[in-house]
C-alpha cells in the first residue's frame, strides 16, 4: 500500500518539474504503461491473498484515477500558459488607435475621393436623401436584366465586365445596381444615392481606369419629372463646385432609362481648349442621367403604371479630378502619400 502512496508522491513531484505535454505523457507511461510502476505491482498481486488483491486493486484504481487527473490538469495547464504567451506576444494595443489613425491622417490627408464623396452625400441627406450601399460581387440579373440589358442585348458590350468562372457572377460594373437594391427593398415614394466601387476590364488613360467610383441617384414616385432631375444636378454642382460651371445636356442611350441623357461639364483642366482628359474636345462626360424605364420600375417590384421616376449615375473620379485639377485619373488610385497629403487634413 505504502509502495501506491510512494509513486503518487513521486508521480506528483516528478510532473511539478515538466514544461512540456511530451514529457507529461512519458512520465505518464513511466506509472500506468504496460511496464508501467503501478502496473507491475498490480502484476505482483497473482500472488497475494485474495483479501490482500481486493484492498491492493482498490487502492491501485484510486492511484491511476489520481494520476490520470493529474496528467489532464497539468495538459491543461501547459496549453492554456502557451495560448498565453503567443497572444501577449501578438498584442495589438487598441487605446493606440485613434492617435495611429491621427497621425496617418495628418501625414498623408483624406483620400479626395472620400472627401468629394462625403461632401455629396451630405448635399443628398439635407434634401431628405438616404445614402445606401451594395455588393461589388453581383450577379448577372442585379447587374443587367433587372435593367433592361438582356443577354445577347448590345449595351452589355458598352461596359466590358470581368466575369468570375462560373459565367453568372461579376464585378458590378456601375452602381446602378444599387437602383435595384434600393427598389426591392423599398415602396415608393423614395429617393436615395449610392457611392461606390465600380469595375470594368478597360484599357487606362487620363480618365479611365479598371476601378473607379460612381455614384448613383434615384427618386421615385407619383409626379417625378425631369424637372426635379435638372434641379437636383444644378444644386449638386453649384454645392460642390462652390461657382459656376458650365454644362451642358445631350440625348444619352441607356436602356434603362427613356428619355436618357449626358450631362458634360466644360473641361476645367484646360478650360475647354482641349487636353488628354476631355481628349481634346473640351468637354467631360460627367453624369448621365434620365427618366426610369418602365421595365426597371417592374423588375424592382414597382408599378409604373402610378409611378416614374429618374436615375443618375455620376462619374465621382471625374467630378474629383475637375474640382481639384487632378490632370490624370490614375494619380487618384496610385496609393501616393505624396499625392494625398495635398488634400484637406482632419
Ligand atoms: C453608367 O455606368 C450608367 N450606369 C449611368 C447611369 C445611371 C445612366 C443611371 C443613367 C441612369 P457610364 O458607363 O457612362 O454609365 O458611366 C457613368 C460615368 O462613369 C461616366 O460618365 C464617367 O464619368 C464615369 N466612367 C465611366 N467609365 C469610366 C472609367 N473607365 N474610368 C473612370 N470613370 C469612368
Known amino acids: 500500500m505504502s509502495s501506491i502512496q510512494n509513486i503518487v508522491s513521486q508521480f506528483t513531484a516528478d510532473l511539478e518539474k515538466t514544461a512540456k505535454v511530451a514529457d507529461v505523457l512519458n512520465l505518464k507511461a513511466q506509472a500506468l504503461g504496460k511496464q508501467g510502476s503501478l502496473s507491475e505491482i498490480l502484476k505482483g498481486l497473482k500472488d497475494a491473498t485474495p483479501e490482500e488483491r481486493k484492498t491492493i486493486g482498490a487502492e491501485a484504481n484510486v492511484a491511476k484515477n489520481q494520476i490520470e487527473e493529474l496528467v489532464a490538469n497539468k495538459i ?20 493606440m488607435r485613434d492617435s495611429i489613425l491621427e497621425l496617418g491622417l495628418q501625414a498623408a490627408g483624406m483620400h479626395p475621393v ?34 433592361n440589358i438582356p443577354a445577347n442585348h448590345p449595351a452589355r458590350d458598352m461596359q466590358d465586365t470581368f466575369w468570375f468562372a462560373d459565367m453568372k457572377h461579376l464585378l458590378r460594373t456601375h452602381t ?11 415602396k415608393p415614394p423614395f429617393r436615395f444615392v449610392g457611392p461606390g466601387k465600380v469595375f470594368r476590364c478597360e ?5 479611365h481606369e479598371m476601378c473607379f467610383h460612381q455614384l448613383e441617384g434615384m427618386m421615385v414616385g407619383e409626379d417625378v419629372t425631369i424637372g426635379h432631375l435638372i434641379y437636383f444636378m444644378k444644386t449638386l454642382l453649384s454645392e460642390i463646385f462652390k461657382k459656376e460651371v458650365e454644362v451642358r445636356l445631350r440625348p444619352g442611350f441607356f436602356p434603362f432609362v427613356e428619355p436618357g441623357f449626358e450631362l458634360d461639364i466644360k473641361c476645367l483642366i484646360c478650360g475647354g481648349k482641349g487636353c488628354s482628359v476631355c481628349k481634346h474636345v473640351g468637354w467631360v462626360e460627367l453624369l448621365p442621367c ?13 408599378d409604373p403604371e402610378k409611378n416614374n421616376g429618374f436615375a443618375f449615375g455620376l462619374g465621382l473620379d471625374r467630378l474629383v479630378m475637375m474640382r481639384y485639377g487632378i490632370d490624370d485619373i490614375r494619380l487618384i488610385h496610385s496609393g501616393d502619400l505624396r499625392f494625398n497629403s495635398q488634400f484637406k487634413t482632419f
Do not use: C, Y
Open 76 to 95: 491543461t495547464a501547459l496549453e492554456s500558459a502557451e495560448i498565453n504567451k503567443s497572444l501577449l506576444k501578438d498584442k495589438v494595443d487598441f487605446s
Open 114 to 147: 472620400s472627401i468629394v464623396q462625403r461632401e455629396i452625400e451630405d448635399i443628398f441627406l439635407s434634401m431628405g436623401f438616404e445614402v445606401l450601399d451594395g455588393p461589388h460581387i453581383e450577379d448577372e440579373w442585379h447587374n443587367f436584366e433587372a435593367l
Open 176 to 186: 446602378s445596381t444599387i437602383q435595384v437594391r434600393g427598389m426591392k427593398t423599398r
Open 203 to 207: 484599357r487606362t488613360d487620363a480618365s
Open 290 to 302: 434620365g427618366m426610369v424605364h418602365p421595365n426597371v420600375l417592374k423588375a424592382g417590384g414597382i
